[in-house]
C-alpha cells in the first residue's frame, strides 16, 4: 500500500444562480468586512454600481481595483501592497481564469479568506486550490499550490450566459479533458493536483463532467449564442466551473495539460485560450492512449458543437515547424509537470509524434 493518502478537495461553498452580483454582500460579511475587490476590466464598472453599494449599506467596507492582465509575482505583489494600504480582511476575485487566480494567490499570501465570482467560464480555475503563474513576458512559469480551496465560489448565470461565446467555449473545452486527465492518472496511480493520489470519487466528479458535457453541449451552446439561460446551460456551468475544477483537483491532470503548458512557448498562439490549447492537448493525448473510435468520434463531437478550434490551422498557425514543436514536447515533459501521471512513462519524442497525429486528424475531421 502507498503511504501517500487519497483526496477529495472542493470550496466551502458554490452558490450558482442569477443577478448575484448585487447580493454579494450577503456572502462577504461571512469572512470579513473590508473586501478588497479585484476585478477584470469590463466588469469593474457593474461592481462599483451594483456590489459596492450594497456591501457598504450593510456597514462593510470595500475598494475595487482593475487586474493588469496578466498573473505574475509583480502583479501578485502589486495588488498585495493595494491589500495592505486599505486594511482590507477578505479578498474577492471578479472576472476570468487569470482574474481569479491572482485573487487567490494574493489571499494565500496575505493570509485571507478568497471568494470567488467567475464572469466566464473559460476555465476551471475558480474552485481549484491553485493558481497557474505567468512570467512578465507571458510564458508559463509555475503552479502556485494552495493549501486549500476558495471559502466560496458564486456563478451567476446571467453574467455567465452573456459574456462572449468564445470564452464560454473555451471552458468547454478545459472542461473536456478533465475525465480523460483523471482516468489516465487514476491508472498511473500518479499524484493529484494537491500532491495525494486520486480518489475514486473525484474519478467520479470527472466523468460527471464529461456526462454533462455530452448531455448537454448542443442546448448550452444554443442558450450562449442567444445569452439566455435555460436548464441545459446551467448543468454546463455546474460541469465546467465545478465538476470540472474538482474533478482535476482531486482526479489529477495528465498530457493534455502538459502540452497546453508547453504550447506557451509559441509566440503565435499566445493569443489563444487556454481551453482552446486543453483541446490539442487532449487530442495528443488520445493519440498516445491508442483511444477507442467512439470516445474520439464523441470528443470530436463536443468540440465542433462548442465552436472550438480543431488543429492548429483552425488557431490560425499554418504551418507546425519541427524544430519548434520538437521544443514544446520536450517543455511537456519536463520534470514536475503532468506528464507524469499517464499510465506508461512518454518520451519527447512520442508526444511531438502524437501531436503531429492529433494535428492531422483533426484536419481530417474538419
Given at each position: 500500500?502507498?503511504?501517500?493518502?487519497?483526496?477529495?478537495?472542493?470550496?466551502k461553498q458554490f452558490i450558482i444562480g442569477t443577478q448575484l452580483l448585487s447580493q454579494?454582500?450577503?456572502?462577504?460579511?461571512?469572512?470579513?468586512?473590508?473586501a478588497l475587490l479585484i476585478c477584470d476590466e469590463f466588469i469593474l464598472p457593474r461592481v462599483?454600481?451594483?456590489?459596492?453599494?450594497?456591501?457598504?449599506?450593510?456597514?462593510?467596507k470595500a475598494f475595487a481595483e482593475k487586474f493588469q492582465y496578466e498573473c505574475t509575482d509583480t502583479e501578485i505583489s502589486r495588488l498585495r501592497a493595494i491589500a495592505e494600504s486599505h486594511r482590507a480582511n477578505v479578498i474577492v476575485g471578479i472576472g476570468g481564469g487569470k482574474t481569479l487566480d491572482v485573487a487567490k494567490a494574493v489571499a494565500f499570501y496575505s493570509k485571507m479568506p478568497v471568494i470567488i465570482y467567475p464572469t466566464i467560464a473559460s476555465t476551471d480555475a475558480p474552485c481549484t486550490a491553485l493558481s497557474v503563474i505567468y512570467k512578465d513576458d507571458g510564458q508559463f512559469d509555475r503552479y502556485l499550490f494552495l493549501p486549500q480551496n476558495p471559502d466560496a465560489v458564486i456563478a451567476d448565470t446571467s453574467i455567465?450566459?452573456?459574456?462572449?461565446?468564445?470564452?464560454?467555449?473555451?471552458?468547454v473545452g478545459d472542461a473536456l479533458a478533465t475525465y480523460f486527465e483523471a482516468r489516465a492518472c487514476y491508472c498511473a496511480d500518479g499524484l493529484n493536483l494537491i500532491g495525494k493520489k486520486p480518489s475514486r470519487t473525484g474519478l467520479g466528479l470527472a466523468h460527471l463532467?464529461?456526462?454533462?458535457?455530452?448531455?448537454?453541449?448542443?442546448?448550452?451552446?444554443d442558450a450562449v449564442r442567444n445569452k439566455v439561460v435555460t436548464p441545459a446551460l446551467e448543468e454546463m456551468i455546474e460541469a465546467t466551473i465545478y465538476l470540472s475544477g474538482v474533478g482535476a483537483e482531486s482526479g489529477g491532470l495528465a498530457a493534455a495539460h502538459a502540452v497546453n503548458n508547453a504550447m506557451s512557448i509559441v509566440d503565435e498562439l499566445h493569443h489563444i485560450q487556454h481551453g482552446e490549447k486543453v483541446v490539442f492537448g487532449l487530442l495528443t493525448q488520445l493519440v498516445l492512449e491508442r483511444a477507442p473510435?467512439?470516445?474520439?468520434?464523441?470528443?470530436?463531437?463536443?468540440?465542433k458543437a462548442a465552436g472550438l478550434p480543431l488543429g492548429l490551422e483552425a488557431m490560425g498557425l499554418q504551418t507546425m515547424e519541427e524544430s519548434i514543436w520538437r521544443k514544446v514536447s520536450v517543455a511537456a515533459c519536463a520534470d514536475g509537470d503532468?506528464?507524469?501521471?499517464?499510465?506508461?512513462?512518454?518520451?519527447?519524442?512520442?508526444?511531438?509524434?502524437?501531436m503531429v497525429a492529433a494535428n492531422t486528424m483533426a484536419k481530417r475531421y474538419h
Amino acid at each position: 500500500m502507498s503511504s501517500i493518502p487519497r483526496s477529495i478537495s472542493s470550496p466551502k461553498q458554490f452558490i450558482i444562480g442569477t443577478q448575484l452580483l448585487s447580493q454579494m454582500n450577503d456572502v462577504i460579511h461571512h469572512f470579513g468586512d473590508n473586501a478588497l475587490l479585484i476585478c477584470d476590466e469590463f466588469i469593474l464598472p457593474r461592481v462599483e454600481q451594483e456590489a459596492i453599494p450594497n456591501i457598504q449599506a450593510a456597514n462593510m467596507k470595500a475598494f475595487a481595483e482593475k487586474f493588469q492582465y496578466e498573473c505574475t509575482d509583480t502583479e501578485i505583489s502589486r495588488l498585495r501592497a493595494i491589500a495592505e494600504s486599505h486594511r482590507a480582511n477578505v479578498i474577492v476575485g471578479i472576472g476570468g481564469g487569470k482574474t481569479l487566480d491572482v485573487a487567490k494567490a494574493v489571499a494565500f499570501y496575505s493570509k485571507m479568506p478568497v471568494i470567488i465570482y467567475p464572469t466566464i467560464a473559460s476555465t476551471d480555475a475558480p474552485c481549484t486550490a491553485l493558481s497557474v503563474i505567468y512570467k512578465d513576458d507571458g510564458q508559463f512559469d509555475r503552479y502556485l499550490f494552495l493549501p486549500q480551496n476558495p471559502d466560496a465560489v458564486i456563478a451567476d448565470t446571467s453574467i455567465i450566459a452573456a459574456a462572449p461565446e468564445r470564452f464560454f467555449a473555451a471552458g468547454v473545452g478545459d472542461a473536456l479533458a478533465t475525465y480523460f486527465e483523471a482516468r489516465a492518472c487514476y491508472c498511473a496511480d500518479g499524484l493529484n493536483l494537491i500532491g495525494k493520489k486520486p480518489s475514486r470519487t473525484g474519478l467520479g466528479l470527472a466523468h460527471l463532467c464529461y456526462q454533462l458535457l455530452s448531455e448537454n453541449i448542443e442546448l448550452a451552446m444554443d442558450a450562449v449564442r442567444n445569452k439566455v439561460v435555460t436548464p441545459a446551460l446551467e448543468e454546463m456551468i455546474e460541469a465546467t466551473i465545478y465538476l470540472s475544477g474538482v474533478g482535476a483537483e482531486s482526479g489529477g491532470l495528465a498530457a493534455a495539460h502538459a502540452v497546453n503548458n508547453a504550447m506557451s512557448i509559441v509566440d503565435e498562439l499566445h493569443h489563444i485560450q487556454h481551453g482552446e490549447k486543453v483541446v490539442f492537448g487532449l487530442l495528443t493525448q488520445l493519440v498516445l492512449e491508442r483511444a477507442p473510435t467512439d470516445e474520439l468520434n464523441n470528443v470530436i463531437r463536443i468540440i465542433k458543437a462548442a465552436g472550438l478550434p480543431l488543429g492548429l490551422e483552425a488557431m490560425g498557425l499554418q504551418t507546425m515547424e519541427e524544430s519548434i514543436w520538437r521544443k514544446v514536447s520536450v517543455a511537456a515533459c519536463a520534470d514536475g509537470d503532468t506528464m507524469i501521471n499517464m499510465p506508461r512513462k512518454v518520451t519527447p519524442d512520442e508526444v511531438y509524434q502524437a501531436m503531429v497525429a492529433a494535428n492531422t486528424m483533426a484536419k481530417r475531421y474538419h
